[in-house]
Nanobody, 122 residues
Framework: QVQLVESGGGLVQAGGSLRLSCAAS????????IGWFRQVPGQTREPLVC????????YYSDPVKGRFTISRDSARDIVYLQMDNLKPEDTAVYYC???????????????WGQGTQVTVSS
């Protein structure tokens, strides 16, 4: 069973940076895409970006392009989300999600982590 554990959330001022980490375990398939989505209470989930084991990257959120960077340490199965120039509207719970198929990752029907809170103050 795949387990995803996020870390790195917290409180930061607008314009600051945070790096989230997602440590994966129990992956038995070579083809496994991991990415990040976020959710604000009362709003729909927003897929942000994902990366597969061949380092192919897909962005799904225009507001984070150019500010958020995803990377993967495949040897240790850790995926990072570097978030720069953070804005108050980035405040949300950030989840790590995994899926075997890169093309369907954005549906968020696979494995999820427990989430980590990111709060950006103005």
């Amino acid at each position: 069973q795949v387990q995803l554990v996020e870390s790195g959330g917290g409180l930061v001022q607008a314009g600051g940076s945070l790096r989230l980490s997602c440590a994966a375990s129990g992956i038995t398939s070579y083809d496994y895409t991991i990415g990040w989505f976020r959710q604000v209470p009362g709003q729909t989930r927003e897929p942000l970006v994902c990366i597969d084991r061949s380092d192919r990257i897909r962005y799904y959120s225009d507001p984070v392009k150019g500010r958020f960077t995803i990377s993967r340490d495949s040897a240790r199965d850790i995926v990072y989300l570097q978030m720069d120039n953070l804005k108050p509207e980035d405040t949300a719970v950030y989840y790590c999600a995994g899926e075997r198929d890169l093309n369907s990752w954005y549906l968020l029907l696979g494995d999820w982590g427990q989430g980590t809170q990111v709060t950006v103050s103005s």
